[in-house]
């Protein structure tokens, strides 16, 4: 197509540059006398111009006609090439959209289904919670109607006095056992003392002191009236309970100060300890004689309930423990003079035995010149004379 166009410009071009060329020849023979012969070539050449008008003409018809349905296909081909590459764009241009979406949403989805799974689990652990509540609190009500029934039980033990006498040495080892004090082996229960007046003093328990001392402890278990307080209907019923509980732990206190332990045990104390084995029993007293720690004390009696007996014995212990350290810093006194005695004897041998030595290596080169100077020669001697054997004598040094 494109040889065609180029071949239809230069015949064109030719045609031009002919019509050109015949109207100047024509003016030149019209001033020639060849007028008349050139006349008939003119003729002829418009008759051959015209011809080739028509073949021209004939060939940029045909030409025109093929490049215009060749750019109608290029034109449909770039079109369809241009609509098919916009729709690959657009559809490229929709995928990644539905990328984009799928990014947004997939998540949203999932967490969506993991909310509705952890729903589903939740519900069916609360189902399961529900019934372990239910036999957990079946069990508590079980355990709240035995523990009625024992603690109605320990009631009635412990109204018995040996029974309420048991448990106070119990709570007193337990309070031994935290305080350290067992391994000491500073403890005895039920040790017995002879009082001025020849009767038997048997305390709960001795505590021995650094330096020969003894603290005496005396548990009491005052229950009676302190559980009766507990069963009171009415709050008049109860301050009556109490007061008689108060009452009888102030009697506690007249009856241990009147034994007169300080004065009946050699080293004792100046003090004698109360023991109550809970400290409910203190605190139901004082509410009804806020005093009577007070009054305790001045009769020399220290009311002291477990948390309190476990400080005392804390510090004894740490009496005990300062008296082994200064027991022990005197034996490493001793250790460490005789083991300087020791050492300073040492030297001296050792320093003995240098000069021993140094005697020794004396009296060693003193014989051996005195070996070189007189038993040598005369060897010698017997060698030049042919008095000797394999071996030669060494040379004498002097």
Known sequence: MILWVGFSVA???ALTFIILYLKEREKYI????????????????????????????????????????????QFFQLAKMSFDQQSQENKNLLEKKELKI?????????????????????????????????????KVFESNQILSSETNALKNALKKPHIRGRWGEVQLKNCIELAGMSEYCDVS????????????????????MPGGHTVVVDAKTPLDAFLSSLEA?????????????????????KNLSSKAYAESIPGSADFTVLFLPNESFLYAA?????E????????????????????LLKVIRFGWNEEKLA????????????????????????????KHLEKAQEEYNKGYKRLESRVLVQAKKLETLGAKSNKSLPEASV
């Open 233 to 253: 209907t009415t709050e008049e019923e109860r301050l009556i309970e109490l007061s008689r509980h108060g009452r009888h732990v102030k009697d506690h206190v």
């Open 11 to 13: 015949a064109v071009t």
């Open 327 to 354: 027991e022990n810093a005197q034996k490493i006194s001793m250790a460490g003079q005789e083991l300087h005695k020791r050492i300073c004897d040492f030297l001296d041998a050792y320093a003995n035995m240098g």
């Open 292 to 311: 009577i720690v007070e009054f305790a004390l001045e009769k020399k009696i220290l009311i002291a309930t477990p948390p309190t007996l476990i400080g």
């Open 102 to 138: 799928s990014a947004l949403v997939d998540p949203l989805k999932k967490s969506l289904e993991e909310y509705a799974h952890q729903i589903s689990y939740i519900e069916k652990q609360r189902l399961v919670d529900n019934k372990s509540i239910e036999m957990e609190l079946k």
């Open 189 to 208: 229960f039920q040790d017995q003392h002879t009082g001025d007046d020849g009767q038997r003093l048997i305390p709960d328990m001795t505590v021995k």
């Open 30 to 73: 019209r001033s020639s006398t060849e007028f008349n012969s050139l006349a008939q070539s003119h003729k002829e050449l418009e008759s051959l111009s015209q011809q080739l008008e028509k073949v021209i003409s004939n060939n940029f018809k045909v030409v025109a006609s093929e490049v215009l349905e060749g750019n109608s296909k």
């Open 286 to 290: 004082l509410e009804v004689e806020p």
